[in-house]
Antibody
């Protein structure tokens, strides 16, 4: 069974940092292209970042709104993907989902809440 | 960025009736391989989004035949036949034609 479990969320002050972890199991993680997607309190979905596999040189892509502040990375030995979030802003407040678009079906974690507030 | 614009539904929709949701993109979603990279998702209350269709009209594994996607270029439709209570939620279209990947703002479906 495929599982994606996000951890690391919480309440953080503007300008601070937070690192999210997505631990996965049930599929060949090393071949998977992984994404982070967030959902604002207004329920708008926003794609955040993607990291490809080693065979694609671990290429990364970012939404303009997070470029330069967020970094996506992975550890194939731990079947985990990470999102390092720096210089957080109030508008980064959202539920953050880790996702894997499989061949004929996609998989999402349950999401982790990040609240940026003073 | 490609902007995705979704239409609204005349809620609530009576159980057993059909419902169609529209999605328009600001740029063609046809890629050089000939495929059209448009996804539809359903997010039920309290759950994570679930993929319904990809490449405009291919149903994801395990998705009911009552869901059918259609369209081309910049205009797309998701039709839900014989709606049931379990179909209630918010539907999102997403383009994966180019970065940054973008979603529509969502269309809420309520069942009567």
């Amino acid at each position: 069974e495929v599982q994606l479990v996000e951890t690391g969320g919480g309440l953080v002050q503007p300008g601070k940092s937070l690192k999210l972890t997505c631990a996965t199991s049930g599929f060949t993680f090393s071949n998977a292209w992984m994404h982070w997607v967030r959902q604002s309190p207004e329920k708008q979905l926003e794609w955040v970042a993607q990291i490809k596999a080693k065979s694609n040189n671990y290429a990364t892509y970012y939404a303009e709104s997070v470029k330069g502040r967020f970094t996506i990375s992975r550890d194939d030995s731990k079947s985990s993907v990470y999102l390092q979030m720096n210089s957080l802003k109030e508008e980064d407040t959202a539920i953050y989902y880790c996702t894997w678009p499989g061949t004929t079906v996609d998989y999402w974690g349950q999401g982790v809440m990040v609240t940026v507030s003073s | 960025d490609i902007v995705m614009t979704q239409g609204a539904l005349p809620n609530p929709v009576p159980s057993g009736e059909s419902a169609s949701i529209t999605c328009r993109s600001s740029k063609s979603l046809v890629y050089k391989d000939g495929k059209t990279y448009l996804n539809w998702f359903l997010q039920r209350p309290g759950q994570s989004p679930q993929l319904l269709t990809y490449w405009t009209s291919t149903r994801a594994s395990g998705v009911s035949e009552r869901f059918s996607g259609s369209g081309s270029g910049t205009y797309f439709t998701l039709k839900i036949s014989r709606v049931r209570a379990e179909d209630a939620g918010v539907y999102y279209c997403q383009q994966v034609r180019e970065y940054p990947l973008t979603f529509g703002s969502g269309t809420k479906l309520e069942i009567k």
